[in-house]
């Protein structure tokens, strides 16, 4: 029996492994694959609820279905829970939360949904279709997460899993359009994250953790989910896992699996596949593979908006170099920092909210065929690095003494970009062999001239720097005193200048099979495949391309961990 359960694991394990990213690429397309019991072997262990990833969204799910009575596992590839989680700030946008409604402030759902519609869907956005201009999924989903993300916070909060303080200032990032009529109190943090609420994701990891194990729920890490065990009606069973040492586990939900196992930023073969733009990696924990689009590719899920991510500025080099402790450049930090391109051009607002200065990296010139953005360099002086630096959300100014090996230098802007051209040089096979163009320099005076003048003036007429809420929330430190715009100031005449290599990149994807609101995953005919659910960013998000606020991955993910444990819960145990 061991050595046919072993070869039958071991095939299936190449078949998932060869055939990954082409049968994802089938389902992609409608193509429907039959949903088959795929053995009837003996199980390792069992339980009720079978939770797979131990991060952001598996830990929630964990608890809410333990609280309902069940006997939950967490199968957790990495040697800790966390995931991605536990690199994170933490913030949870938490619609209508009850900090909110007690401090008088309103956010009525059907404004909110106008928010969330005109940003996720803004060519179909229209305030007086039923809908918005959202397909009927994606309505539904949001309307979701203004439902349960609130309860899903409080329940946490009260069970002592994750206790929370209300940030009534912090606003959301469009919080100016006219469909935000709640622009600010919608960001809960951990309550013990630090003042900055930089640190909140390991604040957080470590109350969940400790709450999972104070009420019963088991958490086996080093253990790798493989597969979904199907039986002869095609509902999900169990999972096989490999297993730190190699070995190949059997693993019965009686009632449910449900998957957490973050999307598929490390991943290069998913990524060229499925992003549309040459994303180098991104900050997500180094263990999301992608491996849920490869297990579901045999099911016949529907995959959806794989084309989009969490997205933010990365260090190239320590995107290059797979630095497992990298985090996304939230803080452009420096006021008298601008960032330039190969041609030694500004082509963006350097402040622009994370996710949205993305795209700008990888815009396409259809006349020279080449990414003039793809690396983007940005620039600052003594000045921003003695008082604009930080060693937290990602500044790319660190303090002295900080871990500065992303800097270039240079006395004068000829010998910058001699430094810069050198650092390219090293990274020519990655980036296509790009190169400074040969009129760089001379453009980057020319840049710099019309930057300080419009600095002087404290008005960016080029790309409106520093007019938005949230650009001044994440400029980082400025010199104190500092008036006016304080996220511009005019670059110095004289050097040391210093540089980074900055890119586009992933905090994580947002793509993968399409679940319905309850978070159970649906077949070719929109029908759940029972005992099968899907929550975090293994599955679709319905955001589409919008990062609505500061903690719009996590507060959704809350309200989706509670009502896919809810769910489960009521499932026919399948003994
Ligand atoms: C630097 C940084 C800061 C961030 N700050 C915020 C913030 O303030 N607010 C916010 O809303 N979002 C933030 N995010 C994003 C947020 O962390 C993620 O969106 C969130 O963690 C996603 O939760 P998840 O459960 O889907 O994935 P994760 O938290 O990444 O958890 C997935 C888990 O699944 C495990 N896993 C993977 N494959 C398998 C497998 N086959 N079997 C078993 N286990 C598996 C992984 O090891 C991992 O532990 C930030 C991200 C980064 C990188």
Request: with cysteine; proline share 5%.
């Amino acid at each position: 029996m061991n050595n046919e359960h072993e070869n039958l694991s071991l095939s299936r394990r190449t078949f998932i492994k060869a055939a990954g990213a082409s049968t994802a690429v089938a389902a992609l397309a409608g193509v429907a694959s039959h949903v088959m019991a795929n053995d009837s072997l003996p199980f390792d262990s069992e339980h009720d609820i079978v939770v797979c990833g131990g991060g952001g969204s598996g830990l929630p799910a964990a608890l809410f279905a333990r609280w309902l009575g069940n006997d939950v596992v967490i199968l957790e590839k990495a040697a800790s829970p966390g995931g991605t989680a536990a690199k994170a700030a933490f913030w949870y946008w938490v619609p209508n939360n009850t900090p909110m409604r007690n401090a008088g402030l309103v956010d009525a759902k059907p404004d909110y949904m106008r928010y969330v519609a005109r940003l996720t869907r803004p060519q179909s956005y229209d305030a007086s279709l039923p809908k918005l201009g959202l397909s009927d999924w994606e309505y539904e989903m949001c309307e979701a997460i203004y439902d349960s993300a609130a309860p899903a916070a409080d329940l946490l909060a009260e069970r002592d899993a994750l206790t929370y303080r209300h940030c009534p200032d912090v606003p959301d990032y469009w919080a100016e359009l006219p469909e935000d009529k709640a622009p600010k109190g919608r960001v809960l943090v951990p309550k013990d994250a630090r003042e900055s609420m930089s640190d909140g994701g390991r604040v957080a990891i470590r109350t969940l953790t400790a709450a999972a194990k104070r009420d019963g729920v088991k958490i086996r890490t080093g253990e790798r989910v493989m597969k979904v065990i199907l039986n002869d009606k095609g509902e999900a069973i169990g999972v096989e896992v490999e297993t730190e040492e190699g070995a190949r586990l059997r693993v019965k939900a009686r009632k449910a699996v449900i998957f957490a196992t973050g999307g598929f930023t490390h991943d290069p073969e998913l990524r060229r596949n499925f992003l549309n733009a040459p994303v180098y990696g991104g900050c997500a924990a180094l263990t999301n593979e992608g491996d849920f689009v490869r297990i579901s590719s045999e099911l016949g899920v529907q995959l959806r908006n794989m084309n989009y991510a969490w997205s933010c500025p990365i260090l190239l080099e320590k995107a290059l170099a797979k630095d497992g402790s990298m985090s996304g450049i939230f803080t452009m930090t420096g006021d008298s920092m601008l960032m330039v391109n190969k041609y030694g051009k500004r082509v963006v607002n350097e402040k622009t909210v994370y996710n949205d200065l993305v795209p700008t990296f990888f815009q396409w010139d259809g006349n020279k065929s080449e990414y003039p953005n793809l690396v983007m360099f940005s620039i600052w002086d003594q000045r921003a690095q003695d008082y604009c630096h930080s060693d937290e959300y990602g500044s790319p100014i660190v303090p002295k003494g900080g871990n500065d090996r992303h800097v270039v230098r240079g006395e004068t802007l000829d010998e910058l970009a001699k430094a810069i051209a050198e650092r390219l040089d090293t990274h020519a096979s990655a980036i296509g062999g790009m190169k400074l163009a040969p009129d760089f320099v001379a453009n980057l005076k020319a840049t710099l001239k019309r930057f300080n003048q419009m600095a002087r003036k404290g008005k960016d007429l080029d790309f409106a720097r520093g007019e938005l809420a949230v650009q001044k929330l994440f400029t980082g430190p400025v010199k104190p005193g500092s008036q006016g715009n304080t996220t511009l100031y005019p670059l110095a005449e004289k050097g040391p200048f210093y540089a980074a290599l900055i890119t586009g990149g992933n905090l994580d994807t947002k793509g993968g099979p399409k679940t319905n609101s309850h978070g159970q995953v649906l077949n070719n005919d929109n029908q759940p495949i029972p005992g099968l659910y899907g929550i975090g960013n293994c599955v679709a998000s319905a955001s589409g391309r919008a990062y609505w606020s500061g903690g719009s991955t996590l507060g959704p993910i809350i309200g989706f961990a509670y009502r896919a444990a809810n769910q489960a819960h009521t499932e026919p145990s399948r003994a």
